[in-house]
């Protein structure tokens, strides 16, 4: 089962211009993270934010996080064409130690040069 | 930069077939995970080791699904026999902590059973 389910499922923008999506789960978390993937290939980490945090950045990466309405979001700035990838988000629960991640669904963003 | 290893990277084969993959995490990650990842989805757990136990394989049919990882290192996930479902992308994942943190990717196995 997926947890997180991230919005729009696909985001067509021109370069240059800012990226926003969306992520929504269900049940309380420990964190939540997002990843890239490229075509075929394997997920790249992005970003962690814990559930006592509201935002955080990294380059031009900004998440937030709303525990209250169980949803988070990814911004990313200044898009490239080499933004071009599908992006999943992924919510660890809050107990457990061994406990494990689990993926949205993806949103596929395509940067137009 | 250190990476997580997968072999092949491609893999086809015929259904009643066996296939096995390979994965190699990063050295000194004692958390291994396999994934499935069907097209258009996000990756599903397969099953989780810490060192050379699995601590989850929930999600594992093992009616057909085997996975080890014998000596805490590089792991073996192996199909027999193989069925049209279960054509997908074979994801290992490695972390150096269970539990709450980042999980690195290797380069994934792409699977097509015919």
């Known amino acids: 089962s997926q947890q997180g389910e991230e919005d729009p499922q696909a985001l067509s923008i021109q370069e240059g211009e800012n990226a926003t999506m969306n992520c929504s789960y269900k049940t309380s978390i420990n964190n939540l993270q997002w990843y890239r993937q490229n075509s075929g290939r394997g997920l790249v980490h992005l970003i962690l934010?814990?559930?006592?945090?509201r935002e955080k950045h990294s380059g031009r990466l900004r998440v937030t996080l709303d525990t209250s309405k169980k949803s988070s979001s990814l911004l990313i700035t200044a898009s490239r064409a080499a933004d071009t990838a599908s992006y999943f988000c992924?919510?660890?629960?809050?107990?457990?130690?061994?406990?494990?991640?689990?993926f949205g669904k993806g949103i596929t963003l395509s940067v137009r040069p | 930069e250190a990476e997580v290893a997968q072999s092949p990277r491609y893999k086809i084969t015929e259904k009643s077939q066996a296939v096995a993959f390979w994965c190699d995490p990063i050295?000194?990650?004692?958390?291994l995970y396999w994934y499935r990842q069907i097209l258009g989805q996000g990756p599903e757990l397969l099953v989780q080791?810490?060192?050379?136990?699995?601590?989850?394989d929930s999600q594992l049919p093992k009616d057909r699904f085997s996975a080890e990882r014998l000596k805490g290192v590089d792991s073996t996930l192996k199909i027999q026999p193989a069925e049209l479902g279960d054509s997908a992308m074979y994801l290992c994942a490695s972390s150096h902590l269970a539990g709450h943190n980042e999980q690195f990717f290797g380069p994934g196995t792409r699977l097509t059973v015919l």
């Open positions: 080791f810490q060192d050379e136990s699995v601590v989850d």
């Open positions: 992924a919510t660890a629960p809050g107990t457990g130690a061994n406990s494990k991640l689990t």
């Open positions: 050295s000194g990650h004692a958390t």
């Open positions: 934010i814990r559930s006592n945090e």
